[in-house]
């Protein structure tokens, strides 16, 4: 399942228990990346404190150490830089089983879509509170993606160019549920991908808002997910399938 929560929500700096580890919980390995200075210490000592052992603390992917093997691999400032260098391409050939999570500057969308084509199972801000920081990466180590919500109308294009973002899974069989898809749920999924409420949708088709209701939940149903914008990153992850060809008028 995707999980597609927390993100930027602020909330106090003070950790609540709910984001603690359950007692007797195994501790995350986890290699920090990121540039060195007080905010990367005190990021340490927050890891520390919640479950999240960190095996080593470093600048560049290039320090680390090829007998390491964690469970998590953070990017503490996910940019351009990284993005020249392939630095996640990296981390996914020498840690294939372990989890991605990079920190980012929000507003440049360009970060957080390469970052999530590339294979990281979170992109969050930068300056996201320690409380939304430890719930995210608990959710990402339960098998989820996460991702704050304000990113998902920069996750597709204008409408029916909606991302497809998916390139290794471009010639892969068509994912469960696609194949039941109508061609105007996959219109209508091509406008969730892009953030479109459903008062935009039904004014592009010129249908009640009533049935862009009816076909969202059709949707939902029948991809398997359990909001909409969990159907937007099912698009991210798949693509969206082709329409499926009218008949011919005899």
């Keep these: 399942m995707i999980d597609f929560q927390y993100g930027t929500a602020r909330g106090a700096t003070r ?4 984001a603690r580890p359950h007692p007797g919980a ?14 990367r210490d005190g990021l340490v000592r927050i890891l520390d404190a919640h479950g999240y052992a960190v095996l080593d603390s470093l600048e560049t992917a290039a320090e680390i150490d090829p007998g390491s093997d964690p469970a998590l691999v953070l990017l503490t400032d996910f940019g351009p830089a990284q993005m020249a260098d392939g630095t996640i391409g990296l981390l996914r050939s020498m840690f ?3 989890r991605i999570v990079v920190l980012t500057d929000m507003r440049d969308p360009t970060t957080f879509r390469y970052a999530l084509e590339m294979g990281a199972q ?9 409380v939304a920081l430890i719930k995210s990466l608990n959710v990402v180590m339960r098998g989820n993606i996460v991702m704050p ?3 998902v109308p920069h996750l597709g294009g204008d409408g029916a160019q909606a991302v497809r973002f998916s390139v290794q899974n471009a010639g892969a069989e068509m994912p469960p549920g696609a194949r039941a ?3 105007r749920e996959i219109e209508i999924l091509s406008c969730l991908a892009d953030g479109q409420s459903n008062k935009l949708i039904a004014r592009r088709f010129a249908i009640a808002e009533a049935t862009v ?3 969202v939940k059709g949707i939902l149903r029948k991809i398997n997910v359990q909001n909409r914008t969990q159907a937007a990153v099912w698009v991210l992850k798949h ?3 082709r329409l499926p060809v009218r008949p011919t008028a005899q």
């Design 122 to 130: 979170a992109c969050l801000d930068h300056v996201t509170r320690p």
């Design 213 to 215: 209701k009816i076909h």
């Design 181 to 183: 898809l109508s061609n």
């Design 26 to 39: 195994t501790t995350i390995t986890t290699l920090l990346i990121g540039a060195a200075g007080l905010s």
């Design 15 to 18: 950790l609540p228990m709910q």
């Design 149 to 151: 919500m304000g990113a």
């Design 239 to 241: 693509g969206i399938p």
């Design 96 to 98: 294939p089983r372990a």
